[in-house]
C-alpha cells in the first residue's frame, strides 16, 4: 500500500511532465512515420515544457520551447499545405550543399549570442546550452521541409543531451535521450527507404 500511494503521490506531482514526455514520444513516433499529427503532439509536448522549465527557472530553454510551438504550427500547415500524397506535393528529400552548409553556419552563428546570454546567468554549461537549443532551431526548421538530414542532427543533439543529463546526474531524462536517439536513428533509416520508394515510383 505505501509503494502504491508513492507512486500516486509521485503521479500527482509530476503528471505535468509525464504528459509532456508521452506526447514528446508520440511527436518522434509520428514524425518517423511522415504522419501530420506529429506537429499536434510537438506543440502540446512543447507548451507543457515551456511551463515546467519557466517554473523550474531554465528559461533559456523555455524560450527554445515557445520557439518550437510557433514553428509547430508552421510545421503542421506547411505539411497540409503539400500533402506528400499529392503530385508535387512535399516529400522527404535531401538538402542541397549549399543548404546544408548554410543550416550548419546558422547554428554556428546563434550559438554566440546564445552562449553570451547563458554565461550572463551563470549557466555551468553555457557552451553545451548554446549548442544544443542552435542545433534545436536549426534542426526543427529542416524538419518543417521534411529535409532527411535533420536526423543527423537530432542524433548529435540527442546524444549531447544525453551527456548533459548524465553530467547532471539526471538519469531518467537521460534514458530518455538514449531512447530519442535510437528513435531518430531509426527515423533516418525509414525516411532514407521512402526515398528510394519516391524515385521507384
Known amino acids: 500500500m505505501p509503494v502504491a500511494l ?6 500527482q506531482l509530476n503528471y505535468l511532465e509525464l504528459s509532456a514526455v508521452i506526447t514528446g514520444l508520440l511527436y518522434v ?19 507543457l515544457y515551456v511551463w515546467i522549465f519557466f517554473k523550474s527557472g531554465i528559461f533559456a530553454y523555455s524560450l527554445l520551447y515557445i520557439y518550437y510551438v510557433i514553428v509547430g504550427f508552421y510545421g503542421w500547415y506547411n505539411w497540409s ?3 506528400a500524397k ?16 548554410s ?19 551563470s549557466s ?3 557552451m553545451a546550452d548554446a549548442l544544443l537549443t542552435s542545433g534545436g532551431i536549426v534542426a526543427t526548421w529542416m524538419l518543417t521541409q521534411k529535409l532527411i538530414e535533420q536526423w543527423l542532427f537530432w542524433i548529435a543533439i540527442d546524444l549531447l543531451s544525453m551527456g548533459v543529463m548524465i553530467y ?13 536517439t535510437l528513435l531518430a536513428i531509426k ?14 515510383n
Open 6 to 11: 508513492s507512486v500516486l503521490s509521485w503521479l
Open 29 to 47: 513516433i509520428f514524425t518517423i512515420r511522415e504522419n501530420i499529427l506529429l506537429w499536434l503532439f510537438g506543440i502540446v509536448s512543447s507548451g
Open 81 to 83: 499545405r503539400k500533402p
Open 86 to 101: 499529392q503530385a508535387g506535393g512535399l516529400r522527404v528529400h535531401k538538402a542541397s550543399g549549399g543548404y546544408l552548409w
Open 103 to 121: 543550416c550548419l553556419a546558422i547554428t554556428l552563428i546563434l550559438i554566440i549570442p546564445l552562449y553570451l546570454l547563458l554565461k550572463k546567468f
Open 124 to 126: 555551468d554549461m553555457a
Open 168 to 180: 547532471k546526474e539526471l538519469y531518467p531524462s537521460a534514458l530518455l535521450f538514449l531512447v530519442y
Open 187 to 200: 527515423g533516418f533509416v525509414e525516411w532514407k527507404k521512402e526515398m528510394k520508394l519516391q524515385t521507384t
